[in-house]
């Protein structure tokens, strides 16, 4: 909310607590330097502008372009990776997310102050490690067999990736184009059914084991395939056996 003080200078009131943590601070200082130069008529009903498009209008594709042509990190250029058109969107955005640092894990929740008093941030099958982001879903023992045993599948020799972002950005140099637009939905699949995985112990108490996670992985994968028209739907056994001979 912004308002006009006595001397009519605009003052801005975020609706933040007294209280933030260090982090949260350094937001909102960040907040506050980008609107240092904003200046609002009062008089005048808000509205939302797309600043790079000639229209105004934002689009999904408007803002993939303004990504991929900017000077940004590497972390945007998973872009090209993460919205793929064979992925549904719920995993892609949960693949985004993960990328951004932006899953719940415990780790997080418990810098946010949001975890139960008395509950630790371990993670839940491994108990020895600080549930993070990169170690649920690449280097937890349970997480990790489902990685051996999807580059076994590919029979790929590979050192696991240190994080999210160098798994995805890998996808996987060295096997063709067909084979990596393969792994391209791969990795959003995997990362999606060790979440759900991992959820469905934590809060139902249900174990899956990692051997069922690596099927349902290689099932859904298969079924995106073949309704994109790159595999034929009866080639299923030779897929799970050998499925860089079946891409198209």
Not at 6 to 29: A, T
Not at 135 to 152: D, E, M, Q, R, T
């Amino acid at each position: 909310m912004v308002s006009v003080n006595s001397q009519g200078d605009m003052e801005w009131d975020f609706g933040l607590p007294n209280s933030l943590d260090e982090y949260d601070e350094r937001q909102v200082l960040t907040l506050k330097y980008l609107f240092r130069d904003v200046s609002l008529d009062l008089d005048k009903e808000d509205s939302i502008l797309w600043v790079h498009s000639v229209n105004k209008v934002y689009s999904v594709a408007e803002g993939v372009r303004v990504m991929l042509e900017s000077n940004l990190d590497t972390e945007f250029v998973c872009v090209k990776v993460v919205w793929n058109k064979l992925v549904p969107s719920k995993i892609a955005i949960f693949h985004w997310l993960a990328i951004q640092g932006g899953v719940p894990v415990k780790e997080t929740l418990s810098f946010r102050h949001c975890l139960r008093d008395g509950a630790d941030d371990k993670c839940g099958w491994c108990s020895s490690q600080v549930e993070s982001i990169d170690h649920l879903l690449l280097h937890c023992p349970w997480s990790y067999n489902v990685w051996s045993a999807l580059f076994s599948w590919w029979k790929l020799v590979c050192v696991m990736p240190s994080s999210v972002v160098e798994i995805s950005l890998a996808c996987f140099h060295g096997l063709g184009v067909k084979a990596k637009e393969a792994w391209r939905l791969i990795c959003p699949v995997s990362f999606w059914l060790i979440w759900l995985a991992r959820n469905n112990f934590l809060f139902n108490g249900s174990y899956q084991s990692w051997k069922s996670v690596v099927e349902h992985i290689k099932i859904k994968v298969f079924q995106w395939l073949v309704n994109a028209g790159k595999v034929e739907s009866f080639h299923l056994y030779v897929w799970n056996a050998q499925p860089w001979m079946l891409l198209k």
